[in-house]
């Protein structure tokens, strides 16, 4: 029998002019898990899949900083969000 995985998710938010780091704003499993992506979804805030980070967010307390051993997964993800939002931003140009 296939083994059954339930949704995990974390949610970051990065201030740089008030936080020294990321800080994880929502965070669950299963049905919150799905409610977490939904919204994003919902909202236009890029996702990324990324299990093993979503585990460790997940140890976190709701807005707490991310420690300094995540700073380079983190960052590989703001990157991500960064270049999904330039691109958005070049598609709603382009179509001006």
Do not use: C
Not at 14 to 34: F, S, W
Not at 35 to 55: R, S, T
Not at 61 to 78: F, G, N, T
């Amino acid at each position: 029998m296939p083994e059954v995985k339930t949704p995990l998710a974390a949610a970051l938010k990065y201030d740089d002019k008030k936080d020294a780091a990321p800080r994880v704003t929502a965070k669950g499993r299963g049905i919150t898990a799905e409610k977490i992506i939904e919204l994003a979804k919902k909202h236009g805030i890029p996702l990324k899949n990324d299990p093993a980070l979503a585990q460790i967010l997940s140890k976190l307390d709701i807005d707490e900083q991310i420690p300094s051993e995540l700073y380079r997964a983190v960052a590989e993800i703001l990157a991500f969000v960064y270049s999904v939002n330039n691109k958005k931003r070049e598609s709603i140009n382009t179509a001006l």
